[in-house]
């Protein structure tokens, strides 16, 4: 079965501090990490993909397979990063499914 | 042009009546989802579609009935409601099954 674990449900740092969001999954092959963010009242969308290896408002993550964490970092957190931030998961092949974990509330004090 | 529209964005009822709600997408996408997130926020997937075949149908009681009469189109009927199926649902879409999720809106229900 595949899981997705993100221990923090709130994190809450200063305006420029660093931000580091935590990731752990469980799954015994080689899955597909996402992360997901929903500003207050809007839909969720698409933050960035682990394959895509790209940096999207800042925010990186990188997929650290002996862990099996993708934790979600940014070097200095800026006020509209507030927002719930949700990783996930995809199975490759055949019967897929994406896994949400259960969230982490990002809050950024000015 | 908004790529996952759902319809309505906000929906009240009394417990015991049946409402739907509508997703449609214009991506061209061959899955589509439902979603469901609760007053924590923990978001579970319900349904997958893939060009409009059932994939995925988690544990959800049988008052929920998926529909997609095309690709582009799936609805979700819901019957005899219960306080507890007050959340925000959600509708998305992907090209694929697995693949990164375009998502709606969102439509918050409220169950009295």
């Known amino acids: 079965a595949q899981r997705v674990t993100q221990p923090e449900k709130l994190l809450s740092v200063f305006k420029g501090a660093p931000v580091e969001l935590k990731c752990n999954y469980s799954?015994?092959?080689?899955?597909?990490l996402f992360w997901y963010v929903q500003y207050s009242r809007q839909r969720l969308q698409l933050l960035l993909r682990?394959?895509s290896r790209e940096s999207i408002k800042g925010f990186t993550a990188d997929l650290n397979k002996g862990e099996t964490s993708f934790h979600l970092k940014k070097p200095f957190a800026q006020e509209e990063d507030s927002a719930m931030y949700y990783c996930?998961?995809?199975?490759?092949?055949?019967?897929?499914?994406?896994?949400f974990g259960t969230g982490t509330k990002l809050q950024v004090i000015p | 042009d908004t790529a996952v529209s759902q319809t309505p964005k906000y929906l009240v009822t009394q417990m015991g009546n049946d409402k739907s709600i509508k997703c449609e997408q214009n991506?061209?996408?061959?899955?589509m989802y439902w979603y469901k997130q609760d007053s924590k926020k923990f978001l579970k997937i319900m349904f997958s579609?893939?060009?409009?075949?059932?994939?995925i149908n988690e544990t959800v009681p049988n008052r929920f009935s998926p529909k997609s009469p095309d690709k582009a189109h799936l609805n979700l009927h819901i019957n005899s409601l219960e306080l507890g199926d007050s959340a925000v649902y959600f509708c998305?879409?992907?090209?694929?099954?697995?693949?990164?999720?375009?998502f709606g809106n969102g439509t918050r229900l409220t169950v009295t």
């Open positions: 996930a998961l995809s199975s490759p092949g055949g019967y897929q499914k994406v896994t």
């Open positions: 579609y893939n060009n409009k075949e059932l994939i």
């Open positions: 682990h394959i």
């Open positions: 991506l061209g996408h061959d899955t």
């Open positions: 998305a879409s992907s090209q694929s099954l697995g693949l990164s999720l375009h």
């Open positions: 799954y015994s092959g080689s899955p597909e």
